[in-house]
Nanobody, 120 residues
Framework: QVQLVDSGGGLVQPGGSLKLSCTVS????????MAWYRQAPGKQRELVAD???????KYADSVKDRFTISRDNAENAAYLQMTSLKPEDTAVYYC??????????????WGQGTQVTVSS
């Protein structure tokens, strides 16, 4: 059974920084793409950034030059370094991973979400 656990959210002032972490656990799996999504109250979940297994990255226009996605394949982990945070970045952030296992093939998994609040 594959599980994603995301963490690192909190309350931060505008202009501040936070780093989110996502760890994948289980047995006999191969992580393909990983991503971070967010969902603000009353809005649809949106893609923030994603990273392939080879390290190719993409970002939403709203976070380019402020957020950095990275991954550590040896640790089965992904990270989202967020800087110059704005109130409009306030949302629940979710880790996402496409994982290959022998039993089900490639399946999409989600973390439980971590709250990020940007406020003075």
């Amino acid at each position: 059974q594959v599980q994603l656990v995301d963490s690192g959210g909190g309350l931060v002032q505008p202009g501040g920084s936070l780093k989110l972490s996502c760890t994948v656990s289980g047995s006999d799996f191969d992580i393909k793409a990983m991503a971070w999504y967010r969902q603000a109250p009353g809005k649809q979940r949106e893609l923030v950034a994603d990273i392939t297994s080879s390290g190719y990255k993409k970002y939403a226009d709203s976070v380019k030059d402020r957020f950095t996605i990275s991954r550590d394949n040896a640790e089965n982990a992904a990270y989202l370094q967020m800087t110059s945070l704005k109130p409009e970045d306030t949302a629940v952030y979710y880790c996402n991973a496409h994982v290959l296992t022998p039993r089900v093939g490639v399946f999409e998994y989600w973390g439980q979400g971590t709250q990020v609040t940007v406020s003075s």
